[in-house]
Every structure is written in C-alpha cells, then in structure tokens.
C-alpha cells in the first residue's frame, strides 16, 4: 500500500519527476516503513499496525503529542492531524498512516507546495489505495 507503485506515480506526479521513484520497504515491531529517496530529500511513509482500534487511536494521540501538534486534519481516515514541519498522523481502523516530509525542502514541484501540502497529497493517495477507490 505505502510503496505500491500508484503512490510512487502520485509522488512522481506531485514532485513532477520523470518517473516513480524506487521505495525501500521495511517491517519490524508491527510498523511497515517505506523511504523514498527523492532528488530532493526523503519522504518517509509509516502504517503501525494496532491489535485494535482504540489501540490505534491511543498510538495516534501519542504520535500527535510527538508532533507537539492539535491541528485537525479533515477527509483522513477516521481522524489526523497535521503539523507545520511537514508530518501528517491518521488513524483508520486498526492502523495508523504516518506521512513524513520533514525531510523535504519547503517548496516542492513546479506549484512550490509546501511540505505540509505535498504530505497531504500523498496521504490522500494512500488512502486511496486503502479504500480501494
């Protein structure tokens, strides 16, 4: 899901690059991990798998308080949160999505999106792919 070719041709499309970049793909402690080294940075993708929901949602409120942010994110999962830095935090059932482009220069693309804006682009490709729209 995370390094599924289609989120790697939305972060091809967003970033404008020629092709979809090669995700490297790791699994340890119930969290699958994918880095995408950009020319730019690197992007890192998160999805911690909970024994439950209100697991999840308890893994969710530590990463916000991580974060140090409270700022709502709308249309993510069953609820996220945002911060100016470039991190995008979402609970879905029993998984929580952590989008990261702290490492990512402040304007990306040819639109000079924010950090911030290009994780939610990509969130809402994962999410995509989860609902299997």
Not at 7 to 32: D, E, M
Not at 37 to 59: F, I, K, M, Y
Not at 73 to 90: D, K, M, N, V, W
Not at 111 to 121: D, L, M, N
């Amino acid at each position: 899901m995370i390094c599924s070719k289609d989120v790697g041709g939305q972060i091809a499309v967003a970033l404008n690059l020629g092709s979809a970049p090669a995700p490297q793909a790791a699994w340890a402690n119930h969290v699958y991990t994918c880095t995408y080294t950009l020319p730019t940075g690197r992007l890192l993708l998160s999805v911690t798998v909970a024994p439950s929901d209100s697991a999840a949602r308890g893994t969710l409120q530590a990463m916000r308080r991580q974060l140090a942010t409270s700022k709502d994110e709308r249309g993510f999962g069953q609820q996220a949160y945002a911060s100016p830095t470039g991190a995008l935090i979402a609970v879905k059932d029993n998984m929580v999505l952590r989008v990261d482009a702290t490492g990512l220069p402040d304007e990306l693309g040819a639109t000079h999106q924010g950090r911030t804006q290009f994780a939610e682009v990509v969130a809402a490709g994962v999410f995509q792919c989860w609902s299997g729209a």
